[in-house]
């Protein structure tokens, strides 16, 4: 009929109204220019300008058929409360010609539709004007209500098509929302809005039956009162799962069930379409009869959520969540409970049961929600003197109690490698939080975790509830970050799909950012909680605390890569690392030590590798006593390009290692945690540009503005412990040491050996005594490492450009911390 508006044109407001709920500067602006682009009056002459601003509309909403229209019921929102008070109202005249246009635009659709050539663009016109017309009524229903009887006839569409299908149900969302508002409509147009609903309840599908059951709902209850009407439809349905339930009983084998399986489907969903939107314990339904309706009901669906059929079980689990929005109080049931909790904990249950249940909860807070809602609309309407607040407190104390029922189980359901399962968890979650039914510390965690979810769209929406819940309880974040941070450990474990590869800690793209970058940077902010969370994942690193080697390289990767933002915050990591290695170092060598056995025979050969056991706390016999009596120190300065002199060593080494290779492994495993706070450390040397002397020259009790300096970040620093990584890659800790490896082993530990004397350099040593240690303790990092030498161990020339003021004495570069 009309030409379509530009493609680009529908692009650009696509983009513009999506952002109307952004900061306010910008939803200013959108509220703004919507309103002068859609909702400023047209004049009546101009056709043309109206047909303009009809496809326009239209365009847009068509365009955002998938992602959905929450953005236009907020912009339509925005733009009536705007002028509430006003005396002259251009947004509600103009919504009024709106909605008068799209109804005279649809009635042209509908006689063009004969036309084949244009059948499927003039259809899926048709289905855009309907759903933007759904979308005013959702706002301003008074708008449609003189339409109401020329959307009617909509209802008895042939249904051959997805569009087709849309028109309905659009139509019975407009219908029931305007009906109730209509003024003495007429007995026939009522009645046929019964019978039309009632066929395609009977005919179609859930989609379709959905609809038509909320449709059938709002004209009987809030119009009509026709309560036989429905109770003969729910007893059709009632009576046909009664049936089915005997002859399964009977005989589970019977082929009876599988015959009428449709039926059956059809019956579970339909009882519990109906029981949602009307209580049949009413005597309007039952009339005098004592029978408990929604007691017979959940025993009947209960019933076939044990079948073993598992459609047959989601269609019974849909029915029940119906049937627990008009009764509530049915989900403390003990049936009920247990059949929630075992679906939601169990790891082998289907996917589709668990979406299922948490679908279920979801649905059921947000029509709770609606309801309150709506209650607290009404209140204010007829009685401001009434208490609102303990009106709505009986409601939310029954929401309350529920969700506390379920939300371990809830929250567990983040721990899952559907997507899908993951995403209802977070939705139910998102909904109890807003609603304010729980304590919001017991899930801080969770969300953190959620918060590293690959999915942009789900850890977007787990760090806007962090930000919310920031905002109410400050400190709470804080008090739980470090349990946040295992448990999205335990979340990207589940994610991943290849359980061979170690999970890492940042994004796998260009940013290189940390996943729990933005749990960082809303802690950053403050000096005390930053430095307790910084320090609290290096006491992870600890021979202590016994962490999982992933775990480890996991809160390595983060670390490496977390948004730091002043020169402070890598400086004290540095600096508590090294705190770290000295103790936990020393404990590894000792361990290491008394792990080996003397070599007897060596013992008895004066030779110059000759073993000793002079020093009490050696215990290693791996050097001679000559050799031993010397500081290892000038040894390496003089014998430091000697392969034969380490080949040596790690001879002697070999020959006093114990049968049993479990403190090998032990050693290997508690050393990861070591190399990977030494390459961590080296990382951010390289990454920001730090000199050794800067490092020791930095004082965590300095005041904040001494090191409060912008970061000059290099780029193309990534971090790759490729130590660790071979370590997981091969699984050592469960496999059997070769030769080669007990080699590889011993060499680390000699290295950590030479690592741990030259530590810290001494204050009272010469510049070249200064720079052979430097050597000595350089040449064992960059073996521990992998041979990637390491890098600034010179102070750098923008490094000293930038600190200036620190580049004072000779000595202070090397005074021990």
């Not at 049937?323 to 939601?344: C, D, G, R």
């Not at 793209?509 to 609290?536: K, P, T, V, W």
């Not at 930095?698 to 620093?717: F, L």
Request: hydrophobic share 35%; glycine share 4%; aromatic share 8%.
């Amino acid at each position: 009929i009309e030409q379509p508006t530009f493609p680009k044109i529908t692009e650009m407001c696509v983009k513009m109204i999506r952002r109307v709920n952004d900061e306010e500067g910008i939803k200013k602006l959108v509220n703004e220019t919507f309103q002068k682009l859609w909702f400023t009056p047209t004049p009546h002459h101009d056709k043309e300008a109206m047909t303009r601003k009809i496809l326009n509309i239209t365009d847009v909403v068509a365009a955002c058929r998938d992602t959905g229209y929450d953005w236009f019921e907020q912009l339509l929102q925005n733009l009536l409360k705007s002028e509430e008070d006003a005396s002259y109202k251009p947004v509600k005249k103009a919504c009024t010609q709106l909605v008068d246009n799209l109804v005279e635009h649809i009635l042209k659709y509908e006689e063009s539709l004969s036309d084949s050539d244009n059948k499927g663009v003039n259809s899926g016109r048709l289905v855009a004007c309907i759903t933007t017309l759904f979308l005013f009524s959702k706002i301003r229903p008074q708008l449609m209500v003189k339409h109401a009887m020329t959307m009617q006839p909509y209802l008895t569409t042939k249904c051959s098509t997805q569009n087709d299908f849309m028109v309905i149900c659009n139509v019975a969302k407009i219908l029931e929302l305007v009906v109730p508002l209509m003024e003495h409509p007429s007995e026939t147009f009522l009645a046929t809005i019964e019978e039309d609903l009632m066929k395609l309840i009977i005919k179609y599908g859930m989609t379709v039956v959905q609809h038509c059951v909320s449709c059938l709902g709002a004209v009987v209850n809030k119009v009509t009162q026709n309560y036989k009407f429905v109770w003969a439809c729910f007893n059709r349905y009632y009576g046909a799962l009664s049936k089915l339930k005997n002859q399964h009983q009977e005989d589970p084998n019977s082929t009876i069930l599988t015959a009428n399986k449709p039926a059956l489907l059809r019956s579970l969903f339909t009882v519990g379409a109906l029981c949602r939107h009307f209580d049949f314990d009413q005597e309007d339904f039952k009339g005098n009869s004592k029978v408990n309706i929604k007691d017979k009901v959940l025993e009947l669906l209960m019933y076939f959520t044990k079948h073993s059929d598992e459609e047959v079980q989601t269609k019974a689990i849909i029915g029940l969540g119906f049937a627990f929005i008009q009764h509530p109080s049915l989900m403390f049931e003990q049936e009920v409970k247990t059949l929630y909790n075992s679906i939601l904990s169990d790891k082998n249950c289907s996917v589709n049961l668990k979406i299922q249940v948490l679908k279920n909860l979801q649905t059921y807070l947000q029509e709770e929600d609606t309801r309150m809602q709506q209650a607290d609309r009404d209140w204010k309407k007829v009685a401001k003197q009434e208490d609102l607040k303990e009106m709505g407190d009986i409601s939310s104390g029954m929401s309350s109690s529920i969700m506390q029922l379920y939300l371990k189980q809830v929250l567990e359901a983040f721990f899952h490698n559907q997507s899908s399962v993951r995403h209802f968890a977070l939705n139910v979650i998102a909904l109890t939080l807003n609603q304010g039914l729980i304590h919001p510390v017991q899930c801080v965690p969770y969300l953190i975790a959620m918060g590293t979810d690959p999915e942009p769209s789900m850890r977007n929406k787990a760090d806007q509830q962090l930000v919310e819940i920031d905002k109410k309880y400050a400190g709470f974040i804080h008090m739980k970050a470090v349990a946040g941070m295992k448990m999205s450990y335990q979340v990207q474990q589940a994610i991943n799909t290849c359980p061979k590869d170690p999970v890492r800690g940042f994004r796998h793209d260009e940013s290189s950012s940390a996943l729990c970058s933005h749990l960082y940077s809303m802690i950053r902010g403050n000096r005390q909680h930053r430095r307790a969370f910084l320090i609290s994942l290096l006491n992870l690193f600890d021979d202590t605390a016994k962490t999982e080697v992933n775990m480890l390289l996991y809160i390595a990767d983060n670390l490496a890569c977390f948004p730091y933002q002043t020169q402070e915050e890598p400086l004290f990591i540095m600096h508590h690392i090294d705190i770290t290695l000295s103790v936990s170092g020393s404990n590894l060598l000792q361990s290491f030590k008394e792990s080996m056995v003397k070599d007897k025979k060596k013992e008895k050969k004066p030779s110059s590798d000759e073993e000793t056991e002079s020093d009490s706390n050696s215990g290693s016999g791996s050097e001679s006593e000559e050799e031993a009596s010397k500081p290892r120190r000038l040894r390496k300065r003089v014998d430091s390009d000697s392969d034969s002199d380490e080949e040596n060593d790690i001879n002697a080494v070999m020959k006093c290692l114990p049968e049993n290779s479990a403190p090998l492994i032990e050693f290997a495993n508690v050393s990861q945690g070591i190399l990977l706070l030494l390459m961590l450390k080296q990382h951010l040397k390289n990454l920001c540009g730090f000199s050794d002397s800067k490092i020791q020259k930095y004082s965590p009790s300095e005041s904040a503005k001494v090191y409060d300096k912008a970061i000059n970040r290099k780029t193309g620093v990534h971090f790759h412990p490729k130590q660790t990584l071979d370590f997981l890659r091969s699984d050592m800790a469960n496999s059997k040491i070769t030769e080669e490896v007990k080699r590889s082993i011993v060499k680390q530990y000699l290295d950590f050996k030479l690592l741990m004397e030259h530590l810290d350099p001494d204050e009272e040593e010469e510049d070249g005594e200064v720079s052979a240690s430097t050597n000595a303790r350089n040449k064992a990092i960059t073996s521990l490492l992998g041979g990637g030498s390491p890098k600034n161990n010179a102070a750098e020339t923008e490094d000293d450009e930038s600190d200036g003021e620190d580049r004072g004495g000779g000595t202070s570069g090397v005074r021990r911390r």
